[in-house]
């Protein structure tokens, strides 16, 4: 059933802040890289050991000193069991397989809410504050909802990656800001969380620069496109 999934795409956020048409603060063509397993973060919220090629690039040195200041067993969401069973259907996960995150209203499949609050808590230590989301976890009612007032910018309802809980749309405010951005771009891939390839400009989809997915969990219901 989940191989029906490979061609979802994802509806345009529901605020006005999501423009498609807004430029980049700079170029998304470049392929990010970097790990994306939820293992490097279950030992706490210090920023995880990345990949050669993470490694290699800059990193931000606030960040990394903020977060060893911690404690490495406090858990970054820590009333979520990352490991929780996965129960459900597109739009109809289960209560137990989805996390509520900081912003009231947003929720999350569990092992998703887990890696986006790690990553949230190394935003907080470099911008002292959390990060606006507009859209997270979307029920299959609202995707009717939203492909209804959106036509072909939205997902079929049932494929979209927000019905899994496994996408979210940033702020205006985010993804407007080239220092904020740059550094999603950069530190995001190391908890799982990217731009995917057909959001970015010049990709197979419309030009999504808001649009974030847990990759990890994209992999397991479809493909990475």
């Given at each position: 059933?989940?191989g029906?999934?490979?061609?979802?795409?994802?509806?345009?956020?529901?605020?006005t802040?999501?423009?498609g048409?807004?430029?980049?603060?700079?170029?998304?063509?470049t392929?990010s890289?970097?790990?994306?397993?939820?293992?490097?973060?279950?030992?706490?919220?210090?920023?995880?050991?990345t990949?050669?090629?993470?490694?290699?690039?800059?990193?931000?040195?606030?960040?990394?000193?903020?977060?060893?200041?911690?404690?490495?067993?406090r858990?970054?969401?820590?009333?979520?069991?990352?490991?929780?069973p996965?129960?459900?259907?597109?739009?109809?996960?289960?209560?137990h397989s989805?996390?509520?995150?900081?912003?009231?209203?947003?929720?999350?499949?569990?092992?998703a809410?887990?890696?986006?609050?790690?990553l949230?808590?190394?935003?907080r230590?470099?911008?002292g504050?959390?990060?606006?989301?507009?859209?997270?976890?979307?029920?299959l009612?609202?995707?009717?909802?939203?492909?209804?007032s959106?036509?072909?910018?939205?997902?079929?309802?049932?494929?979209?990656?927000?019905?899994?809980?496994?996408?979210?749309d940033?702020?205006?405010?985010?993804?407007?800001?080239?220092?904020?951005y740059?550094?999603?771009?950069e530190?995001?891939?190391a908890?799982?969380?990217?731009?995917?390839?057909?959001?970015?400009?010049?990709?197979?989809?419309?030009?999504?620069?808001?649009?974030?997915?847990?990759?990890?969990?994209?992999?397991?219901?479809?493909?990475?496109?």
């Amino acid at each position: 059933m989940l191989g029906s999934l490979a061609a979802a795409t994802i509806a345009v956020p529901l605020t006005t802040d999501a423009q498609g048409d807004e430029a980049s603060p700079f170029d998304l063509d470049t392929a990010s890289s970097g790990p994306s397993t939820l293992a490097l973060l279950r030992a706490g919220v210090d920023t995880p050991r990345t990949s050669e090629s993470i490694a290699a690039a800059p990193r931000d040195a606030r960040v990394e000193a903020s977060a060893a200041s911690r404690s490495s067993e406090r858990g970054p969401l820590p009333d979520c069991d990352p490991d929780a069973p996965i129960d459900g259907t597109n739009g109809r996960l289960a209560d137990h397989s989805r996390c509520d995150l900081w912003q009231s209203g947003e929720e999350l499949r569990a092992d998703a809410a887990v890696a986006l609050s790690a990553l949230n808590e190394a935003f907080r230590a470099r911008f002292g504050r959390d990060l606006c989301l507009v859209d997270s976890y979307r029920s299959l009612d609202s995707q009717y909802a939203v492909k209804a007032s959106r036509g072909y910018l939205a997902a079929t309802p049932g494929t979209s990656m927000h019905g899994w809980g496994l996408a979210i749309d940033l702020c205006g405010k985010e993804y407007s800001s080239s220092e904020v951005y740059g550094w999603l771009w950069e530190n995001g891939p190391a908890y799982g969380w990217e731009n995917p390839p057909w959001a970015q400009r010049g990709g197979m989809g419309n030009y999504e620069p808001w649009h974030f997915e847990y990759r990890p969990g994209v992999e397991e219901v479809s493909y990475w496109h």
